[in-house]
C-alpha cells in the first residue's frame, strides 16, 4: 500500500487554517489521462522524471502552506501574550 496523499495545514486567514488532504496521483493514472496524448513522445522514463519532480514541488507547496500556518499562529499568540503582558503591568503599577 503506497502512499495515497499529503497531510498538510493550509493557510486561509492570520486566524484560521484548515488540515487539508492532497492526493498523489500514480504513473498509471497519470498515463491514462487523455491529454497527455497531445504530446507525441512520452515514455516512462519521462513520466517518472515528471512524476518524481511533481512530488518535490507537493511537498515544497506543503510545507510552506505549513510553514505560513504555523508562522500566523505564532504571532496571534504572541499578540495575545504581550496584550495581556501590558494589562498586567497596568494593574501592577
Given at each position: 500500500?503506497g502512499?495515497?496523499?499529503?497531510?498538510?495545514?493550509k493557510?486561509?486567514?492570520?486566524v484560521?487554517?484548515?488540515t487539508?488532504?492532497m492526493?498523489?496521483l500514480?504513473i498509471?493514472?497519470?498515463?491514462?489521462n487523455?491529454?497527455?496524448?497531445?504530446?507525441?513522445?512520452i515514455?516512462?522514463?519521462?513520466l517518472?522524471?515528471?512524476?518524481?519532480?511533481?512530488?518535490a514541488?507537493?511537498?515544497y507547496?506543503?510545507?510552506?502552506e505549513?510553514?505560513?500556518s504555523?508562522q500566523?499562529?505564532?504571532?496571534?499568540?504572541?499578540?495575545?501574550?504581550?496584550?495581556?503582558?501590558?494589562?498586567?503591568i497596568?494593574?501592577?503599577t
Open positions: 500500500m502512499i495515497k496523499g499529503i497531510l498538510y495545514n493557510f486561509k486567514t492570520v484560521s487554517y484548515a487539508t488532504k492526493p498523489l500514480p498509471e493514472a497519470i498515463k491514462e487523455d491529454k497527455l496524448l497531445t504530446y507525441d513522445s515514455d516512462d522514463d519521462v517518472q522524471s515528471y512524476s518524481e519532480y511533481s512530488l514541488q507537493l511537498i507547496y506543503a510545507m510552506k505549513s510553514a505560513t504555523e500566523s499562529s505564532r504571532m496571534t499568540a504572541m499578540e495575545g501574550a504581550s496584550k495581556n503582558a501590558g494589562e498586567m497596568d494593574k501592577l
